[in-house]
């Protein structure tokens, strides 16, 4: 019963994830179809890349609110210099440099200058936002680049690029989190920043890589939703950054960092996708959506408090 406890504990979200898709396989018979299915892991693959990186970011004790500006200014840059008659390759690679910039500014701003990251990516998120509907013109970019609709729509040896694009992330994140040495600095700097650093550890280089990193997800989030709408606008990503922070928190991982959920994660991506495409199919309200995954976010929250208070080896203990 101890290694089941461990097991469940270590991916939280497997139980709720069953019970959900359980429930709506009866309310909603349409659900169990197979475009239905695939439309599921389709949303679930464009929020986990970046929801990876966040896991990144908060397993060390931080996050990034910028995220969702990120998406739509990389989208907005991509989809601009396509029109422009830039390759479609050299386009997206221009993409993925302003996303790395944008983390890369990120990551100079909370360790240079000492701000918060609250404080430091809620400030980038008004800056860089403002960039892409004034880099738009408040217009939407229209594109009609089959290269470019190839990384939404396109297959490989029939999978869907975005699900192939998911599961290369979640397999490098896997061995970066939990057999590489940067992995283990991140968790190290999360579990105790000053000691991390007292053993000789380059906290600020560390730090700012994983700004980096998300910017780059972010990027290519951005990207693909672009490639998707064959739009870029300064509108779009309005909210994305708690969709990635919701998914690392439901999955597992603290806030106060110190430990990653990487599997917790990828299985929080998947219920707040099964949740939503579910209550389309039942003809739920937008706004309720969000209320529903709001209240997931707090219950995760909650059952975090509940565990450092009462742990796991306490709870064995009274057994």
């Known amino acids: 019963m101890k290694a089941v406890g461990r097991g469940l504990a270590s991916v939280p979200l497997a139980v709720p994830l069953v019970a959900v898709v359980i429930f709506l396989a009866f309310a909603a018979p349409q659900f169990t179809s197979g475009q239905n299915i695939?439309?599921?892991?389709?949303?679930?693959?464009?929020?986990?890349?970046?929801?990876?990186?966040?896991t990144l970011c908060i397993t060390m004790g931080e996050f990034d609110l910028s995220v969702g500006s990120t998406v739509a200014l990389t989208g907005a840059v991509t989809c601009t210099a396509i029109v422009s008659g830039t390759p479609t390759g050299f386009a997206v690679g221009l993409g993925l440099i302003v996303g790395a910039v944008v983390g890369l500014v990120n990551g100079l701003i909370i360790t240079k200058l000492g701000v918060t990251p609250f404080i430091a990516t809620l400030a980038t998120l008004v800056i860089i936002r403002g960039i892409a509907l004034a880099y738009t013109d408040g217009r939407d970019v229209i594109v009609s680049d089959p290269a470019l609709k190839y990384l939404a729509a396109g297959r490989l040896l029939g999978i869907p690029v975005p699900i192939i694009l998911a599961i290369v992330a979640i397999a490098v994140m896997f061995w970066v989190t939990y057999r590489t040495r940067f992995g283990r600095w991140v968790a190290a700097i999360g579990s105790n920043r000053d000691?991390?650093?007292?053993?000789?550890?380059?906290?600020?280089?560390i730090r700012i890589s994983v700004y980096v990193l998300i910017g780059i997800a972010g990027a290519i989030w951005g990207i693909l939703i672009s490639a998707q709408l064959q739009k870029g606008s300064g509108q779009l990503g309005v909210g994305f950054e708690l969709d990635a922070i919701t998914i690392v928190v439901i999955g597992g991982t603290?806030?106060?960092?110190?430990?990653?959920?990487?599997?917790?994660?990828?299985?929080?991506?998947?219920?707040?996708?099964?949740?939503?495409?579910?209550?389309?199919?039942?003809?739920?309200?937008?706004?309720?959506?969000?209320?529903?995954?709001?209240?997931?976010?707090?219950a995760a929250l909650a059952i975090q408090a509940i565990r450092r208070k009462v742990p796991l080896e306490a709870l064995d203990d009274k057994k």
């Open 254 to 298: 603290s806030l106060l960092g110190g430990r990653a959920n990487i599997a917790g994660t990828v299985l929080g991506a998947l219920l707040i996708e099964t949740i939503r495409n579910g209550l389309n199919l039942l003809n739920v309200p937008p706004a309720y959506q969000r209320i529903s995954i709001g209240i997931l976010l707090v």
């Open 38 to 54: 695939q439309n599921i892991l389709l949303a679930a693959s464009l929020i986990v890349i970046p929801g990876l990186a966040m």
């Open 195 to 205: 000691a991390a650093s007292l053993s000789g550890l380059p906290v600020d280089r």
